[in-house]
């Protein structure tokens, strides 16, 4: 072996928690690189290599990647409507000064 590592065994118990947390939107190096579970690939070409001999853990694979697309378009949306708040909040209060103007203006006219 050139790499001097033994080679990974498919185990079914992380090939699940791999695809739980990519369909919770974490990228697979993230995954990987956390290291929350000891017993991990260590790297992404073990996990490619799972892929490529396990027909059944390639389609759950699959799907994951499927939901964590949707759990990131659904962290862009948010951001992206977090985003347009805050200008409306924003521009609400740089306009504050004229609102409370316009609105003394109309008090003023009506107390007449």
């Avoid at 118990?13 to 695809?19: G, H, N, P, R, S």
């Avoid at 956390?34 to 799907?63: C, G, H």
């Amino acid at each position: 072996m050139p790499s001097g590592r033994p080679p990974a065994d498919f185990d079914q118990k992380v090939a699940d928690y791999i695809c739980d947390e990519l369909a919770d939107g974490k990228s697979l190096v993230r995954i990987l690189r956390e290291q929350k579970r000891k017993n991990l690939p260590k790297s992404r070409t073990i996990v490619y290599r799972w892929l490529k001999d396990n027909p059944e853990f390639m389609n759950r694979y699959a799907s994951a990647r499927e939901m964590q697309a949707d759990s990131l378009a659904d962290d862009r949306n948010m951001r992206r409507q977090a985003t347009s708040q805050l200008v409306t909040l924003r521009n609400a209060r740089t306009n504050t000064p004229k609102i409370h103007q316009v609105s003394a203006c109309i008090y003023e006219s009506t107390a007449n």
